[in-house]
């Protein structure tokens, strides 16, 4: 079996930072892609959301340096995970557990011309050694 996802999106919110029991980094944040399509004549857009899971390292690199907006290309795997509440429901949730984030640069506009970091701090490129092609 092969399972392996590619995307490119734009951070929904902060990254949360947290830890196992064992002291293992974990790092969540969604990320929105974006699909254009026309329609006859008429151009739509689909916007889909999708939560994000990294470890270890990684999660610290990312915690460290990513914010909502910033554009990412995630590659990972699909998990789903199961679960029941308390009141007995059950419940299931995907997400993409990433092997490897880059960050991607943004766009400048005139204001950001003479600051190629647009003033922040400058981060890694790519959080992990392995490149995805």
Known sequence: MFNKIILIGNLTRDPEMRY????TSVCNFGIAVNRKYKQGEEAKEEVTFINVVVFGKHADVCGQYLNKGRSVLVEGRLQERRW???????????????????FLSKKQGPADMDSPGGGEAAAPVETTDIEPF
């Open 20 to 23: 196992t029991p064992q002291g």
């Open 84 to 102: 029941e509440t308390e009141d007995g429901q059950k419940r299931s949730k995907h997400e993409v557990v990433a092997q490897s984030v880059l």
